[in-house]
């Protein structure tokens, strides 16, 4: 089993920026994708970026330009970080891992951003 857990969500102003971070632990070896996800209400999850274990990197067209998503393996945490927020950005923001085949979630973490 993988375990990921969210942090540094919250409420920012449009234009503003914030850092999501997700701390990975048990069962680490072999994962092969981590990845950022976010989910309005009443809507479905979509995929916001994705980083490999060698490094290539893939971003939703809407959020290209401004989030970049990276990886600290010594630290086991994979970043989003988000510049230029805008309202529609507003969502639940959720890390994922894939190992093995198996995909893996965190809780997840509101990210506000007011107009």
């Known amino acids: 089993q993988v375990q990921l857990v969210e942090s540094g969500g919250g409420l920012v102003q449009a234009g503003g920026s914030l850092r999501l971070s997700c701390a990975a632990s048990?069962?680490?070896?072999?994962?092969?994708?981590w990845g950022w996800y976010r989910q309005a209400p009443g809507k479905q999850r979509e995929l916001v970026a994705t980083?490999?274990?060698?490094?290539?990197?893939n971003y939703a067209d809407s959020v290209k330009g401004r989030f970049a998503i990276s990886r600290d393996d010594a630290k086991n945490t994979v970043y989003l970080q988000m510049d230029s927020l805008k309202p529609e950005d507003t969502r639940v923001y959720y890390c994922t891992a894939q190992r093995l085949g198996a995909h893996f979630w965190g809780q997840g973490t509101q990210v506000t951003v007011s107009s």
């Open positions: 980083i490999t274990s060698g490094g290539s990197t």
């Open positions: 048990g069962n680490i070896g072999s994962i092969s994708v």
